[in-house]
Each structure stands twice: as C-alpha cells, then as structure tokens.
C-alpha cells in the first residue's frame, strides 16, 4: 500500500537517490487514436536494500532486473530496479523537485509541463 504522507528528510532521501541513480522519463502511448502519457520515475542500483525501502515507501514492488558486467567483461553485482508511474510519479516529481540539480530540475519541469497540456481524458 501507498503511503499518503511523506516527512521533508524522506522526500530529501529520494531525491538525492534519484539524483544519482534515477531517471525521470514520459512514456506516450496512443490507443484507438487517444493519446495517453504515462511520466515515469525509475531508479536502478546494486544496494537491494535501498530499492526494497523506496519500493516499500511507493507502494509498488522491485525486482533483480539484470546482472551488471564490469569492464573486463566479468559478471558484476545483481541490479535491482523499482519505479512508479502516472499521477503517483507526478506527485513525486513536484516534490523531489526543489532538492534537484539542474539536469534533472529541467527535465522534471518538461515532463510536468507536457503532462499538464495533455489532452483531456
């Protein structure tokens, strides 16, 4: 189940989280000629424990989505990967927004102001 309410230090956390290990994206999708936009928060990492406590705080679950390869070509850690979509991902985008940096902030501000001009379902 989804939390409801979330402290300004838990909201501080993620951010710094998907700072450096997120991505922010808007995923579109048309069907029977209606445009659907779906924005998408994902973070993927090695430390499960760290995706176990954002998946646990999102309400959603996380998997091992593959193992990493090193540079020598040698099998890395398991990585482990958990996101949220839709109207839950804008909510957390507003308010991880004021702890971003600029790459980030930017891109946050066009999926927000792309999903604020969508049709109208």
Do not use: C
Not at 8 to 27: D, H, K, M, Y
Not at 30 to 55: C, F, H, S, W
């Amino acid at each position: 189940m989804q939390r409801e309410r979330f402290e300004a230090t838990e909201i501080a956390w993620l951010a710094g989280v998907f700072e450096g290990e997120g991505s922010f994206r808007s995923n579109k999708n048309t069907v029977n000629g209606k445009l659907y936009y779906y924005p998408q928060m994902t973070v993927r990492m090695t430390d499960e424990d760290i995706i176990a406590k954002m998946a646990a705080m999102f309400g959603v679950k996380y998997h091992q989505f593959e193992n990493g390869h090193r540079v020598d070509g040698t099998p890395g850690l398991p990585i482990y990967v958990t996101s949220i979509q839709g109207k839950r991902a804008v909510a957390f985008m507003k308010a991880v927004l004021p702890y971003m940096g600029i790459r980030r902030s930017l891109k946050i501000n066009e999926i927000l102001l792309e999903y604020s001009n969508r049709l109208p379902a």
